[in-house]
């Protein structure tokens, strides 16, 4: 008896998990990098379902946040344009970046973007 029910109480929290990981996807209906790989600039576009609070921001390889894009609600939708410069004032390297969108406080999508010139 107490292993059905245990094997019943996973299924449910595999149900749970599920249906919000399709929530998720549903609110991020675009993710785009444009042009990929960059030169001087590149251009996140973004649309949401609805209005949704969003944390935008590149990566270098190693983890470390190099510079925040956005941080509020979009409307829908947004085009942000990144320069290369961090938020240190320095001009990004060449090499591998990732742009994440965090989102309703527990979502994330990653993109790779590279800087080539």
């Known amino acids: 008896m107490k292993k059905s029910m245990l094997i019943l109480v996973i299924i449910g929290i595999m149900l749970l998990a599920g249906s919000l990981s399709a929530k998720s996807s549903q609110l991020l209906q675009v993710f785009e990098i444009s042009p990929n790989p960059m030169g001087s600039y590149t251009v996140v576009s973004l649309e949401f379902q609805?209005?949704?609070?969003?944390?935008?921001?590149?990566?270098?390889?190693?983890?470390?946040?190099?510079?925040?894009l956005f941080n509020g609600v979009v409307g829908k939708g947004i085009n942000l344009t990144w320069d290369r410069i961090t938020d240190s004032g320095y001009y990004a390297t060449n090499g591998l970046y990732s742009v994440v969108v965090a989102y309703e406080g527990r979502y994330t999508s990653t993109k790779k973007t590279l800087i080539l010139k």
């Open 50 to 68: 609805q209005d949704v609070n969003v944390c935008v921001y590149i990566e270098e390889q190693g983890g470390a946040i190099v510079k925040t």
